[in-house]
């Protein structure tokens, strides 16, 4: 039972580490805007860069069409109370990919398991397959006047299949799961000032 405990306050102050921590003596009255900036690392500034810029400012509009007790907007130099999001990798499985996915993945399914099976003495099957992914990842982080001494960047990942999916269906599909993650990171912070 020691065991548990421990392995559960493990977890428990591991899982708690990573989260954007508004500071205490921050709340509605005292934040009223927040600026969204958007960083792109050489392996993340690409052509989806454009895709991404569309989605945070969906989020924007939407966000700011709904009653919150902040609003949010792209930040400007002057702006203390701010969320950066800093882009490591964009990426989008081009058609050759989806191709290739496929290709190795018929390999593995049908062709690996009967080659195995012909040419070992024993009985036992291998198989194998290959579902590339478009992936988002990101670190969100809190201005210095936002953020409690506890909280920590957090870092995100924003997986979709790729197989399957036309190339726009695939870019729709990943950016609207970004939008979605953004809008309940915002939601977040949301709940936090309310708190305080």
Known sequence: ????????????????????????????????????????????????????????????SRFNTEKHIFGVHKKGKTDKAYLTLDFSKIKIVSNGGVIAGYVISALGILVAPIAVY??????????????????????ASLSPYLNDIKGRPQHALIQTGAMFK???????????????????????????????
């Open 166 to 196: 036309k190339m726009s269906k695939r870019i729709n599909v990943t950016k609207t799961k970004f939008e979605v993650a953004l809008y309940n990171m915002l939601l977040n912070l949301e709940k936090q000032l309310r708190a305080h």
């Open 1 to 60: 039972m020691r065991a548990f405990n421990f392995i559960f306050f493990l977890l428990l102050s591991l899982g708690s580490c990573n989260i954007l921590k508004v500071a205490g003596d921050k709340n509605g009255n005292n934040v009223t805007d927040i600026g969204i900036e958007t960083i792109y690392e050489n392996r993340a500034n690409n052509l989806y860069t454009d895709t991404v810029n569309a989605a945070v400012e969906n989020v924007i």
């Open 118 to 139: 012909e040419l070992s003495e024993k009985t036992f099957l291998l198989a194998f397959y290959y579902l590339p992914e478009n992936r988002i990842e990101y670190k």
